[in-house]
């Protein structure tokens, strides 16, 4: 017992002060949950209706990578099964993955922002507002896209925007920028977009599956385009978020004393939101609403890593990508030929899981 | 009780100057601080007192500019209201009289929070941040907590944190907005010896609301009595802590027996 404090003062007082354990778990953390994404990456590609061997699959994967090189390797697969892989299977993997990660760090950054745990990426609006675009143009839009890009993808994005930007403008305008404040205008405007969605469906009952179809989320539908597209945005968006990490620790102790600190509480909030925002509007525009992983995920990334944002920020970033994977992965295999919503999924495995976590927890304590 | 200086302590004078001069502030139109005037000196201990309401906290967070004001506040002469947040957090630290403990956060990353206007915001702490955190916390005797989270520590041990994170700030004034709020008697009395032991050997100006006045007397080695918006007594203990102003400003009948560090408060119930 003895030995024991003494070593550890001596541990103390001598070079130590980062304790070589806190930052193996700190690699071990993001390294786990990377290889988690990875392995979810290749189980996507490899699970389907045609089942493709995982070894093959990264054969063809390396040769089409190396190929841009001028190298050929001369294996892998070939014919319709590399139509599979690499028109069909990879590009809804990647979009899985960039929607969940997406979704999980917004998540993240908005509990972090609002210090509030139940908190989710669709908090301020954006899920109403999003909602309200899809279905106007679902319900009176004559053309299908504009150029390349689908037009019910665009209205959800710029719908979304609308919604937080709103919740944002009415926030500021009425109490600076405290969070419950901006809270509070972020139900108001969701409730009032929310009935204007159930208003313009009231009205056009004949769109009410395409509607209920893009609600529940799908990934059905994905191309590279999408991909694409949704990549610039959810890239800087997330970007910025991570950057952000040790300054929502700081506004983890309080606005005053974030103040006290140097920081400044509304100004880091409103930068916070808005590239939560950003990445959620483009989660949404390619993939409609998925429920549960923005609220669920963040608090999986807090069991493993603690409550710093500097280390829960990216591993939900990276254990939601894994998690809307495999989601998608269950959604597409079940019922097969046919395809479960992605939004059900998400909550069918999610809720059980999350449930367990918790009982874990209390019974640690 | 020690008031000698720890010889051994490195004696660094490093407390600054606090001049707040025609400060007022109101709560939209219900003004709460009038022209409220007061000097600490360098290495100070000045206790803000006053009955509820009275604008203790509003004058913290005023000093502090975390509050809307007219008047100026001026540290070791220079005005703080254009200086840059960071610049202002390297000389003023802020301890609430409830601070919020962040949820599984361990007590030497809440500490090393107080290390934020020294880095750069983006980037991870320094190993001069790391020591400075180490060090702290092995003065406050929270070294064998660091691996704790800071929710799971006692309400004596969490004060003590929230010192750690305001000390690792390495200020140059310490505002403490009632430090000993949530503490037992016992507690409050640790609390406040370590506070005392901390500003004299840094030289650190102290500047703390107390609502028990005992405490108050005993330790701080001025009072301000904060009363109708404005200091109504300023000075050490003895002058501030008589039965007259009790009277005057708290409604309060108390008698006031001189003691060896200074007055003791003894509330007496009127006879029948």
Redesign the interface.
């Given at each position: 017992m003895t030995t024991t404090a003494g070593h550890?003062r001596a541990d103390?007082?001598s070079a130590g002060?980062?304790p070589a354990r806190r930052r193996r778990r700190t690699v071990l953390a993001l390294g786990g949950t990377a290889l988690a994404l990875l392995l979810a990456l290749l189980a996507g590609v490899a699970v389907g209706a045609v089942p493709l061997a995982p070894g093959a699959v990264v054969t063809t994967l390396l040769d089409r990578a190396l190929g841009v090189v001028g190298i050929h390797l001369h294996a892998g697969l070939v014919g319709s099964d590399a139509a599979v892989l690499l028109q069909l299977r990879l590009p809804r993997v990647l979009l899985a993955a960039l929607v969940g990660a997406g979704l999980a760090i917004s998540g993240a950054a908005y509990q972090g922002v609002f210090?509030n745990?139940l908190a989710d990426p669709y908090l301020l609006g954006a899920a109403a507002g999003a909602g309200l675009g899809a279905t106007l143009v679902i319900a009176y839009s004559p053309a299908q896209s504009i150029g390349p890009v689908g037009i019910v993808p665009l209205a959800a994005f710029v719908g979304a925007l609308v919604g937080v930007g709103a919740a944002l403008a009415l926030g500021t305008a009425t109490g600076g920028s405290s969070s419950a404040t901006l809270l509070l205008a972020g139900v108001a405007v969701a409730s009032f977009l929310a009935a204007g969605q159930t208003l313009v469906q009231q009205q056009h009952s004949e769109d009410l599956r395409a509607v209920y179809g893009w609600l529940l989320g799908q990934l059905g539908r994905a191309q590279w385009s999408d991909v694409l597209l949704v990549l610039p945005y959810l890239g800087v968006a997330c970007l910025v978020l991570l950057?952000?990490g040790?300054?929502l620790?700081?506004l983890?102790?309080?606005d005053?004393?974030a103040?006290?600190?140097?920081?400044?509480p509304g100004r880091l909030r409103l930068i916070v939101i808005l590239a939560a925002s950003l990445a959620t509007a483009s989660a949404v525009a390619v993939s409609g609403l998925i429920g549960f992983v923005g609220l669920i995920v963040p608090h999986i990334a807090?069991r493993l890593v603690?409550?710093?944002h500097?280390l829960v920020l990216p591993v939900s970033l990276l254990t939601g990508g894994a998690f809307l994977v495999l989601a998608d992965m269950v959604a597409r295999v079940v019922l097969a030929p046919a395809e479960l919503p992605l939004g059900v999924v998400t909550a069918f495995i999610g809720a059980p899981f999350f449930a367990g976590l918790l009982w874990m927890g209390a019974r640690r304590r | 009780m020690s008031r000698q200086a720890d010889p051994t302590a490195p004696r660094s004078t490093r407390g600054a100057r606090v001049e707040v001069v025609g400060l007022s502030a109101a709560y939209g139109r219900t003004r709460v601080l009038d022209n409220v005037r007061l000097t600490v000196e360098p290495g100070g201990w000045l206790a803000v007192i006053g009955p509820n309401g009275s604008g203790k906290s509003t004058l913290l967070r005023s000093i502090l500019g975390f509050q809307a004001h007219n008047g100026l506040v001026r540290v070791d002469g220079v005005d703080t209201t254009g200086m840059p947040r960071r610049e202002r957090a390297r000389e003023l630290a802020y301890a609430p009289q409830r601070p919020v403990l962040p949820e599984a956060v361990s007590t030497r990353d809440y500490v090393a929070l107080g290390r934020t206007p020294h880095r750069a915001l983006l980037a991870p702490p320094r190993p001069v941040d790391r020591q400075v955190v180490e060090d702290v916390m092995d003065r406050l005797g929270l070294a064998e907590l660091a691996d704790r989270l800071l929710r799971t520590l006692s309400g004596g041990e969490q004060q003590r944190a929230v010192l750690a994170r305001a000390l690792a700030q390495q200020p140059r004034v310490l505002l403490l907005d009632e430090p000993t709020a949530a503490l037992d008697l016992g507690h409050a009395q640790q609390v406040l010896e370590l506070i005392d032991r901390l500003r004299r050997q840094d030289g650190l100006t102290v500047l703390s609301s107390l609502h028990d006045l005992t405490l108050a007397g005993q330790y701080a080695d001025r009072l301000a009595l904060l009363s109708g918006g404005g200091v109504a007594v300023e000075g050490p203990p003895s002058t501030v802590l008589t039965a007259a102003a009790l009277q005057t400003h708290y409604g309060a009948r108390a008698e006031i027996v001189a003691a060896a560090n200074g007055p003791v408060v003894l509330p007496v119930r009127a006879p029948e």
């Open positions: 550890r103390r007082s002060p980062p210090r745990p950057l952000c040790r300054a620790d700081v983890a102790v309080g005053d004393e103040r006290s600190l140097g920081v400044h807090r603690g409550g710093s500097a | -």
